[in-house]
């Protein structure tokens, strides 16, 4: 009786406040569907996750924001498609404030000398229906060396509510973090840094 008077509160509540239903939303998760164009990294939703094995005891976690770029997608010709981003170094967080502001200090990303790492894709090829290996080169700390990310298509579609087209990924990827001359606490702070990459872009034009 609970959970019946709850989800018909939620449901008044949805109606009430104006919010579409997330299935008015017609969100298409067939590639094939994705509207081709140019794309600019929809910075409020676009995350750069980052996991690192702290001292052999735990995947330590944090996260870098405000990422901006675009995304030319071909999708007939997904090898002609090009992404370019860029990271303000300078927003990373994790979930120690101690911790974060190390991080931005000389010894790690030197967020003062290095604001911004970049990523630059100099090959798409396609794995599957929405899946695909994207080749570019990484700047970081001041050092450029080429990466390979796994990317998965989730969906495309007009956002509810702000009414503009949207495409999202998901990327995973593994980079050595003293390709990069960040070594501080190597190897009891793994050099192994695995990326999980949540990435929203909207067209324009």
Same mark, same amino acid.
């Given at each position: 009786?609970?959970?019946?008077?709850?989800?018909?509160? !939620?449901?008044?509540?949805?109606?009430?406040? =104006?919010?579409? #239903?997330?299935?008015?939303?017609? &969100?298409?998760?067939?590639?094939?569907?994705?509207?081709?164009?140019?794309?600019?990294?929809?910075?409020?939703?676009?995350? &750069?996750?980052?996991?690192?094995? #702290?001292? =052999?005891?735990?995947?330590?976690?944090? %996260?870098?924001?405000? &990422?901006?770029?675009?995304?030319?997608?071909?999708?007939? /010709?997904?090898?002609?498609?090009?992404?370019? %981003?860029? *990271?303000? %170094?300078?927003?990373?967080?994790?979930?120690?404030?101690? !911790?974060?502001?190390?991080?931005?200090?000389?010894?790690?990303?030197?967020?003062?000398?290095?604001? /911004?790492?970049?990523?630059?894709?100099?090959?798409?090829?396609?794995?599957?229906?929405?899946?695909? *290996?994207?080749?570019? /080169?990484? $700047?970081?700390?001041?050092?450029?060396?080429?990466?390979?990310?796994? &990317? #998965?298509?989730?969906?495309?579609?007009? /956002?509810?509510?702000?009414?503009?087209?949207?495409?999202?990924?998901?990327?995973?990827? $593994? *980079?050595?973090?003293?390709?990069? =001359?960040?070594?501080?606490?190597?190897?009891?702070?793994?050099?192994?840094?695995?990326?999980? *990459?949540?990435?929203?872009?909207?067209?324009?034009?």
């Amino acid at each position: 009786m609970k959970s019946s008077f709850f989800l018909l509160s !939620l449901a008044a509540l949805t109606f009430a406040s =104006g919010i579409p #239903h997330p299935a008015s939303a017609q &969100v298409v998760t067939d590639p094939g569907q994705v509207q081709s164009g140019t794309y600019d990294v929809e910075s409020s939703h676009t995350q &750069v996750g980052f996991s690192v094995l #702290h001292f =052999g005891f735990t995947n330590y976690q944090g %996260v870098f924001s405000d &990422v901006s770029g675009t995304l030319d997608l071909n999708d007939k /010709n997904p090898a002609a498609s090009h992404l370019s %981003v860029t *990271i303000p %170094v300078g927003s990373v967080q994790t979930t120690s404030a101690k !911790l974060t502001e190390e991080l931005k200090g000389d010894q790690w990303f030197n967020a003062a000398q290095y604001p /911004n790492a970049t990523f630059e894709s100099t090959s798409v090829r396609r794995t599957g229906k929405a899946d695909a *290996i994207v080749t570019g /080169n990484l $700047t970081l700390h001041g050092v450029t060396k080429p990466e390979t990310l796994k &990317v #998965h298509f989730i969906g495309a579609g007009v /956002n509810a509510l702000d009414k503009k087209y949207t495409t999202g990924f998901e990327a995973t990827g $593994t *980079i050595k973090r003293s390709d990069f =001359g960040v070594k501080m606490y190597v190897p009891y702070v793994s050099d192994a840094v695995q990326l999980r *990459i949540a990435g929203a872009f909207e067209k324009q034009g």
